[in-house]
């Protein structure tokens, strides 16, 4: 139900965090795995760490948002497909609109957005090409919870969302299948100082069912799961993977 033998991935934003965790299920469960980033020595490392542990993720570096063509080229020239796109790049400027200036709130969107939106119209040739061809992208709880001082992300985010239903609907008829997961607090690199902050432990054992953060890896199932071939009738969904954080009010 979950073997991915023989297909080819690419998740952006793979060079760490809730993106590595995805792309290294995805190579356990059989597909050839590119991680794609900025910054190509990071990548380096991170092949070499996993291949240390085990899993074999190869680089594909380059910037979403100016070389999303260049990136999925990369990807073909070396194996002649791609099955399977995880998008999860993401930014995030924690500032109100009292402070977030309208450029920077644009810059975000683009960033969080559009180059997602570009970033699929890159891949969707070959992924409707593809045997069983799957899009999903990376959203956040913060779609459809918002808290303060957190416009940009949120409305990106929730615009990330109304994109996977859109894309579901319009490219359904290709086999090609287009869903998102959706993350509540994990313990990533970037939120350690929020999961050490003593402060904050009350909010999370009230808010969170599970009273605790989530720990990077146990995002990785979900992405095994939509890219899978028992998730063939599953489109247009957004999987929350949150401890049940949006569950109660």
């Known amino acids: ?40 020595a990071a990548l380096a490392e991170a092949v ?24 999925v080229s990369t990807i073909i020239a070396a194996t002649g497909r791609l ?4 998008h999860g790049v993401g930014v995030r400027d924690r500032r109100g609109i009292r ?16 180059a997602a939106y570009g970033m699929a119209q890159a891949a969707l040739p070959h992924l409707e090409r593809a045997p069983a061809g799957r899009l999903i992208f990376v959203t956040s709880i913060a779609a459809t919870h918002a808290r303060p001082g957190d416009p940009a992300y949120t409305a990106a985010k929730g615009g ?5 239903r859109s894309l579901a609907v319009e490219v359904g008829s290709s086999r090609l299948t287009v ?12 939120n350690r100082h929020l999961a050490e902050d ?3 432990r009350p909010f999370v054992e009230t808010r969170i069912p599970l009273k605790r953060w989530g720990r990077p890896d146990e995002i990785a199932a979900a992405a095994v799961f939509l890219a899978a071939p028992s998730a063939s009738f599953v489109n247009g969904h957004t999987l929350v993977v949150d401890g049940g954080m949006t569950a109660q009010m």
Do not use: C, H, Y
Request: proline fraction near 2%.
């Open 1 to 40: 139900m979950f073997d991915l033998s023989g297909s080819t991935a690419l998740v952006t934003g793979g060079g760490r965090g809730l993106g590595l965790e995805m792309a290294k299920a995805l190579a356990r469960a059989g597909a050839r795995v590119f991680i794609n980033g900025r910054d190509a």
């Open 48 to 71: 070499e760490a996993a291949a240390a542990g085990g899993v074999r993720l190869e680089a594909a570096a380059g910037d979403v948002e100016t070389e999303a063509e260049a990136i």
């Open 83 to 86: 099955d399977i796109l995880v």
């Open 99 to 114: 402070d977030l200036p309208a450029a920077d709130f644009s810059r975000l969107v683009q960033t969080d957005l559009v």
């Open 160 to 164: 990330l969302e109304a994109l996977t």
């Open 179 to 190: 869903n998102a997961i959706s993350p509540g607090w994990f313990a990533t690199e970037t």
């Open 198 to 200: 003593e402060g904050l």
